[in-house]
């Protein structure tokens, strides 16, 4: 009875202790229950960024300034109205006492109603709105890069791991043959030296793993680790490239640059540069004015009781002005109008480069992908001649040397490939014009 009440005791101990540790992880370290993947990188980045946010408070800026313009073009209406006490000299004939006087005017901007004033405001807004998504596109590139090229890196890390290990088993391999007297000692130092190089290399791996590392942290205003990351669906889903249906609906997406972000932008500082002349059309109009004024305390009989009026304000010594600057306008407009042609003659050269990339990187990864498998198949072989003196050392180490190449290739070009894909994404080719 005495031993079966002192396990379930140590049972009871063990259990709470358990549920401490649960509860301190919760509280402690709450980060590390779940592992992140993309998405979940790209929406703690874009909570985390000053930018964006800066961006949507353009937007409000813009927004509001549009309302303000649109309720410019509403006629102006003053009313006014004053009182005063007159005295007048002896022999005039009027007695002294009160006048007052009260009144509306109605005043109409006629160039504000014919030029479409608002419509500037209009593109301002439509621009804004157009920077936030461009905001929110940088951010999203620059998460996913970092996280492509985190993947690229940790498997390359893999991959050094792995080659150490071959070279440890390959060393062990030697002193076994040394220990039945077969003298070594240049295969043992070029097999050393050849370790210590993979390992200066693994560090300066670890270097640039630590630098996307803290990139990412900025990003998303969180400390990550390797570990908190999961790379969805696993190396090979990322390491699967489309067919060639896939890489050739890249390529026509990127033939046309209309739906590109930075076009459009383009596009919209073109409109706002028309806008501008064509409202500049307009500084002849003049300023319409209604009003009337009504006599409270008539003194002399000969004053009006009413007085209605109609005035039009014209700033005749303004013309010159108007005319140089309207000219202004019109050459920015034309400046414009060729710089949007410039940039999308660059975006049509830019996507078309950008898709040959993709197709290239694509077509070497499978290459450099069945190079290295093939020379997978031969380590072992080699290992296992060399064990028997069928193989030189240099000839191992060459075996060895082609397959962690090619496999280095491989995972360089895949990088690539991920990296233009990011950025394809970010030029939004194809995207809604």
């Known amino acids: 009875m005495r031993f079966s009440s002192v396990k379930i005791l140590i049972t009871d101990i063990m259990r709470t202790v358990k549920r401490i540790l649960f509860i301190a992880a919760i509280f402690v370290s709450p980060a590390r229950l779940f592992a992140l993947g993309l998405e979940d990188c790209v929406k703690m980045a874009l909570s985390a960024s000053h930018a964006l946010k800066s961006s949507e408070q353009k937007i ?6 549009y309302g303000r313009d649109r309720k410019a073009r509403l006629p102006s209406l003053t009313v006014f109205g004053e009182d005063g006490y007159n005295r007048y000299q002896a022999g005039s004939g009027l007695r002294d006492g009160l006048t007052g006087l009260v009144g509306a005017q109605l005043s109409l901007d006629l160039k504000k109603n014919l030029s ?16 936030r998504d461009l905001a929110e596109k940088d951010i999203v590139r ?7 090229r985190l ?19 390959h060393i062990a391999d030697i002193e076994k043959l040394e220990a039945a007297g077969l003298d070594l000692k240049l295969d043992r130092v070029r097999a ?7 390992e200066l290399t693994a560090l300066e791996l670890d270097t640039e793993i ?42 026509t997406c990127c033939a046309d640059a209309d739906g590109v972000y930075s076009a459009r932008l383009a596009r919209l500082e073109t409109s706002s540069a028309y806008q501008t002349y064509r409202q500049s059309r307009f500084y002849y109009a003049p300023t319409l004015q209604l009003g009337v004024t009504r006599n409270l305390d008539i003194i002399d009989p000969a004053t009006e009781l009413y007085r209605t009026f109609i005035a039009v304000n014209l700033d005749v010594f303004d013309f010159g002005a108007r005319a140089e600057e309207k000219r202004s306008f019109h050459y920015d407009y034309e400046a414009r109008q060729e710089t949007e042609q410039e940039t999308r003659k660059q975006l049509r050269l830019s996507l078309d480069r950008l898709a040959a990339e993709i197709d290239g990187a694509a077509a070497a990864y499978s290459g450099l992908k069945k190079n290295y498998e093939a020379a997978a198949g031969n380590l072992e072989t080699a290992k296992l001649y060399y064990t028997k003196g069928k193989i030189k050392e240099t000839d191992l180490l060459s075996i060895f040397s082609e397959y962690l190449d090619a496999k280095e290739q491989a995972r360089d070009t895949l990088g690539r490939y991920l990296e233009k894909k990011a950025e394809l994404a970010y030029l939004g080719a194809g995207a809604g014009k």
């Open 151 to 169: 993947y690229i890196l940790l498997g390359k890390r893999a991959d050094y791991s792995e080659a150490r290990a071959y070279f440890s088993s």
């Open 192 to 198: 050393e030296i050849q370790l210590k190089a993979l």
């Open 142 to 148: 620059g998460v996913t890069q970092d996280y492509y």
């Open 60 to 65: 409000n800026f813009s927004q509001a300034a």
């Open 116 to 131: 479409g004033y608002p419509e500037l405001s209009r593109l301002e807004l439509e621009k804004s709105r157009l920077q």
């Open 210 to 251: 630590d630098g996307v590392l803290r990139s990412i942290s900025s990003a998303v205003g969180r400390e990550l680790r390797a570990e908190d990351l999961a790379f969805e669906g696993g190396p090979e889903s990322l390491g699967r490239l489309p067919g060639e249906d896939g890489l050739a609906a890249v390529s």
